[in-house]
Structure formats: C-alpha cells, structure tokens
C-alpha cells in the first residue's frame, strides 16, 4: 500500500512549500519504481477545510478532499505555511481545522507532522508541539515561541527532527526536508538521483544553519552597508583592507565599523571572513583542492583558510569537507 503523504491547504498557502516538497516526493516514487524497491512509493493527497482556496501567487485551487476522518497508520500530515498577510489576520477560519489536527494528534497515534515554514504555528495552534523541540522561518521564530511556550524553539536550523514531528524552516527548506525524509525511507541513492534531477547542488542537513553565510547580517535597510556587502560577496578574493570598505560606504572605518556593529551584531572583517569561508567551502564541496579553495576565497593559504574554519567553530576541516566531495 503506498504511503499517504496528506499536504493540507488554507487560503494564501505559499505554492514553494507544497509544490517542492511535493514534487520531490513524486519524483522519489518514480525512482522507487525504475530502481524496483521493496518499499512503498508516495500517495500524494490534497486537502482542506474547504474545497476550494488560492494560493499564494494566485492560483486558484480546486477539488480539495475534505479533511479526512481517519488516515492509515504510518501517513504524513503536511502542515505548509502562508503569506505574512495571512499570518498576520484572524484566525478564527482556522478553528475547524485546529480541532481536526488536534483530534488526529500527527505525531502521536501513529501519524507522522511534517510543517513547512509558518505551518508549525498552525502546529502550535493546535497544542502538537508541546514538549517538543521544532523551528520555524527565522521571521516567526518569535511567534512560534509566543503560541508554543513549551516548545523549545531552535533557531537558524534548516529542519528539526523530534520522534515522528519534522519542522522546517522557510519555502526551499521544506525540500532539503523531503530530501532527507525519501533517503529514510526509500535510502540514499533514491534522495540522490531527485535531488540531481531537482537541481538541488547541496543538500541541508538538521544540524546546518538556515542562512548561508553570504545572505547572513542582511536583515537591515542601510543602504550604505548593502552596498559593502554586495561588493564583498561579488568578489571575496580580492583585497579588503577597512579603508576601502569604508570608502564604497562613503564614511570612515571607524564609522563603518560602528555602523556594521549596530545594524548587522558583527564587524566588516568578521563579515568578510564569514563570506570567503562559505565561498571556500562550496569550492571544496565542488571538488576543488583545500589550496584551489583558498585562492578562490580569498585565504593568503592554506593555513589562514584552516584557522578561520576553526575559530569560526565549523566541524571537521577544509581536508574533512573536501573528502566528504569526493
């Protein structure tokens, strides 16, 4: 009997957090198939509280199956976020659907929670996260604390596994997440060949942050600041002294380093040192040498690339990253 995979939809559903997921998982049951697994392929079903809804970037939804009374034991309910919009309005249009998910309890009895994005406030919502530990996207990590008080929230994670709860973090995180769920139940050759055929380069783990270091400390409007770190992202190899840095924001390096502290809670050259590491260790990801990485990211050698990967707290080593590539 296939697996029931339930993706259950609400007006203003985000289309990415149930079309990557969703899509990853069909494509698994193909490989299943072509590979002849002794396992069960994916039964994708669609549903909500009412039959009909628009998603996020205006299609119209249609034939939605009612919220089911009952689910084989082992399915997966899919609880997918919603714009900002949505979030931010009343709630009371979610009380039947609360009721439903609290009465099927997914995550208990049987039944395996999997959110996306804003869908684990709707988990909250529905007293599912209690005891346990879960994220969110980083822009509700605050409201899922709120809902959920004795949830411990985990922030800047791509997803989080507690028992038979998998939450994820915001939009493209829900397919590093159908990633790792297809390599546990169907193995890592299947999760492999629909990442290739997703165009997914990496592929996120549990324990990996949510923000890549080079779209990290951008949550601020300092125009002048943009304009340092888009400069820096655009070219890590080069030289960087403060000055220069300093003169593309039209102020002074000490102003820049005030300026950095108080928008971004780090400094230019701590900014910078996070960009070339993370340039560094796509490079090795992509089957360069620990020195071919060094050059691209801008490290005087190899020693100065290891030593900033330390202090930086990162697992393993640029030779560790390099052999996991190959």
Request: aromatic share 4%.
């Amino acid at each position: 009997m296939p697996k029931q995979v339930l993706f259950v939809l609400q007006d203003d559903s985000l289309v990415l957090d149930w079309a990557g997921p969703a899509e990853a998982l069909r494509l698994a049951s193909l490989q299943i198939a072509a590979l002849g697994l002794a396992v069960e392929p994916f039964a994708l079903r669609f549903a909500g509280a009412k039959a009909a809804s628009t998603g996020s970037v205006g299609i119209q939804l249609h034939a939605l199956e009612p919220l089911p009374a009952a689910l084989p034991e082992g399915s997966w309910i899919v609880l997918v976020g919603r714009t900002s919009a949505a979030e931010a309005r009343t709630q009371a249009g979610q009380r039947e659907l609360i009721a439903w998910l609290a009465r099927m309890a997914p995550g208990r009895l049987g039944l395996r929670l999997v959110t996306v994005c804003s869908g684990a406030l709707l988990a909250a919502r529905a007293g599912l996260l209690d005891g346990r530990r879960a994220t969110t996207h980083h822009q509700h990590l605050d409201d899922l604390a709120r809902l959920a008080p004795r949830c411990t929230v985990l922030q800047d994670r791509v997803f989080v596994q507690d028992g038979e709860v998998f939450t994820s973090a915001g939009v493209t995180a829900g397919i590093d997440l159908a990633l790792h769920l297809i390599a546990e139940h169907a193995g890592e050759l299947v999760a492999a060949r629909v990442a290739e055929q997703l165009a997914v380069p990496l592929r996120r783990g549990p324990a990996d942050p949510e923000l890549s270091p080079l779209l990290a400390h951008r949550q601020h409007l300092n125009a002048r600041l943009h304009r340092v770190q888009d400069a820096v992202s655009l070219a890590p190899s080069q030289d960087w002294p403060l000055q220069r840095m300093a003169e593309l924001a039209t102020t002074t390096p000490r102003t820049l380093s005030r300026l950095f502290a108080q928008h971004t809670g780090t400094s230019p050259q701590a900014y910078l040192r996070g960009v070339r590491l993370a340039v560094a260790r796509h490079t090795l990801q992509a089957g360069a040498s620990v020195a071919a990485a060094s050059d691209a990211a801008g490290f005087n050698s190899e020693l100065q690339l290891r030593r900033a990967w330390a202090a930086a707290g990162w697992p393993g080593s640029p030779s560790g990253a390099k052999r996991q590539a190959s």
